[in-house]
């Protein structure tokens, strides 16, 4: 299957600062991405969906202006977590769609965040 | 997309078949059901999916009732690194189709 990688795969950031975290997709060319978040014991939770050259889509509830997602290149997308706070320390998961085939959607292998 | 229903957890004895159920009853006719599955503290990883007809790769078989509304994903011999977390999801495959995860199945493998 396609390969999906995540960088950093873990951050400790101090509360108040900003993070960035890289999703690439390494073999295919993926002009839609998915960012999603997961806390402890909890199933994930999407938060937006992010297509190539243009804004992401956000879901219910997700703040756009604290999470903001960029999607420049067919194989990169990034989410920046500003000025993160305690509550924002999860574990964020990308992944993007493989349209040559069959439109699987293929995973990271996430990034855990820890704010200080 | 149409919500999933799983059994929270599920035991099986290594090297026997895993059978997983999903009920999927208001799944619409061009939504497909994919399986993954997370082990912990990863990503969710692929397994298979199918629209209408039965599958089988390398790991994993899907059987899809005929009605549609459900489906079964068998793991013939079960290892105990198959232990994790299995996710039924149903959606279309255009550009507006995304996963929605629930709250899938735990499935333990026991020596």
């Known amino acids: 299957g396609a390969v999906v990688s995540q960088h950093p795969s873990w951050v400790i950031c101090k509360s108040g600062t900003s993070v960035k975290i890289e999703c690439r997709s390494l073999?295919?060319?993926?002009?839609?991405m998915f960012w999603y978040r997961q806390f402890p014991k909890q199933s994930l939770m999407l938060m937006a969906t992010s297509n190539e050259g243009s804004k992401a889509t956000y879901e219910q509830g997700v703040e756009k202006d604290k999470f903001l997602i960029n999607h420049a290149s067919l194989t990169l997308s990034t989410l920046t977590v500003t000025s993160a706070h305690p509550e924002d320390s999860s574990f964020y998961i990308c992944?993007?769609?493989?349209?040559?085939?069959?439109?699987?959607?293929?995973f990271g292998p996430g990034t855990r965040l820890t704010v200080l | 997309d149409a919500k999933t229903t799983q059994p929270p957890s599920m035991d099986c004895a290594e090297g026997r078949a895993a059978n997983l159920p999903c009920n999927h009853s208001?799944?619409?006719?061009?939504?497909?059901v994919y399986w993954y599955r997370q082990i912990h503290s990863q990503g969710p990883q692929y397994i298979i999916h199918?629209?209408?007809n039965n599958e089988t790769n390398e790991m994993a078989s899907l059987i899809i009732t005929e009605d549609r509304k459900s489906s079964t994903l068998i793991l013939p011999h079960a290892t105990l690194r198959d232990t994790a977390v299995y996710y039924c999801?149903?959606?279309?495959?255009?550009?507006?189709?995304?996963?929605?995860f629930g709250d899938g199945t735990t499935l333990t493998v026991k020596p």
């Open positions: 199918g629209l209408k």
């Open positions: 992944s993007a769609r493989d349209q040559g085939d069959t439109d699987t959607q293929y």
């Open positions: 073999d295919f060319q993926a002009t839609t």
């Open positions: 999801i149903v959606r279309v495959n255009t550009n507006a189709g995304k996963s929605t």
């Open positions: 208001t799944i619409s006719g061009n939504e497909y």
